[in-house]
């Protein structure tokens, strides 16, 4: 069965930085895009970043572009999300999903399967 594991997530400065993993034990997810999402409090849930099966495209929503980055490494069978210069609006639930029937989208119905989620919040 497809499982996606986060971690990484915690409470930071503004300022900071946290880097979120995503990892699936037992599937490869070379072959399929990768979402990170997140969630805040009474929102919705919100596309962050994709990056495409062979990891040639990256797509970020406009609030995290030159702050975060999204890579991943086949071997390792990981996405990873690097978040810099966190802010107390980036602070939510972050989810990393995976799409095998597309390629990057923001849109959460295109994705398939879910993580658990990982808790970031960016608090003074």
């Known amino acids: 069965q497809l499982q996606l594991v986060e971690s990484g997530g915690g409470l930071v400065q503004p300022g900071g930085s946290l880097t979120l993993s995503c990892l699936s034990p037992?599937?490869?997810?070379?072959?399929?895009?990768i979402g990170w999402f997140r969630q805040a409090p009474g929102k919705e849930r919100e596309g962050v970043s994709c990056?495409?099966?062979?990891?040639?495209?990256?797509n970020y929503v406009d609030s995290v572009k030159g702050r975060f980055t999204i890579s991943r490494d086949g071997a390792k069978n990981t996405v990873w999300l690097q978040m810099n210069n966190l802010q107390p609006q980036d602070t939510g639930v972050y989810y990393c999903?995976?799409?095998?029937?597309?390629?990057?989208?923001?849109?959460?119905?295109?994705?398939?399967?879910w993580g658990q989620g990982t808790q970031v919040t960016v608090s003074s």
């Open positions: 999903a995976v799409n095998r029937l597309a390629g990057c989208s923001s849109v959460a119905m295109d994705y398939d399967h």
């Open positions: 037992g599937f490869t997810l070379r072959y399929s895009a």
């Open positions: 990056i495409s099966p062979s990891g040639d495209s990256t």
